[in-house]
């Protein structure tokens, strides 16, 4: 059975081979999806690209869908997956949320001003 580690969220969980990742995320309580995209997205038919995680490991190849549309939003690193699309068929470590902008408190201008 393959091991699914979350790497945001400190969790690693055991998915059957072959499962879906955008499953196994929510039924183990990870969001792969941010803000509005929570409510507003193509429910796992690889449609909409607001399912995007990184994986490093041993997954499917991208589905003709995936491709296409990752190719349309520019993402062409292959580590960059939908996570509605991504087929889990050894060990994995997924980052969600992998483009997410960072606080402006963790900008280096800014880190002087940080309490500790
Ligand atoms: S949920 Fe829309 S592309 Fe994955």
Same mark, same amino acid.
């Given at each position: @059975?393959?091991?699914?580690? !979350?790497?945001?969220? !400190? ?30 997205? #193509? &429910?796992? &038919? +690889? !449609? #909409?690209?607001?399912?995007? /995680?990184?994986?490093? +490991? ?13 190719? +349309? @939003? ?9 996570? #509605?699309? #991504?087929?889990?068929?050894?060990? /994995? ?11 402006? @408190?963790? &900008?280096?201008?800014?880190?002087? @001003?940080?309490?500790?």
């Amino acid at each position: @059975m393959p091991t699914v580690r !979350f790497k945001k969220q !400190f969790l690693h969980v055991e998915a059957a081979d072959g499962a879906n990742l955008r499953d196994v995320a929510s039924e183990n309580g990870v969001e792969v999806y941010q803000y509005l995209s929570r409510v507003f997205n #193509c &429910h796992g &038919h +690889g !449609f #909409c690209g607001t399912c995007l /995680v990184r994986v490093e +490991g041993e997954v499917a190849p991208r589905t003709r869908r995936e491709d296409s549309k990752l190719r +349309g @939003m520019g993402l062409k690193e292959p580590d960059l997956r939908l996570a #509605c699309q #991504c087929r889990v068929v050894g060990d /994995v470590t997924v980052t969600t949320a992998p483009r997410a902008v960072q606080g402006w @408190m963790e &900008h280096a201008d800014y880190a002087h @001003m940080k309490v500790v």
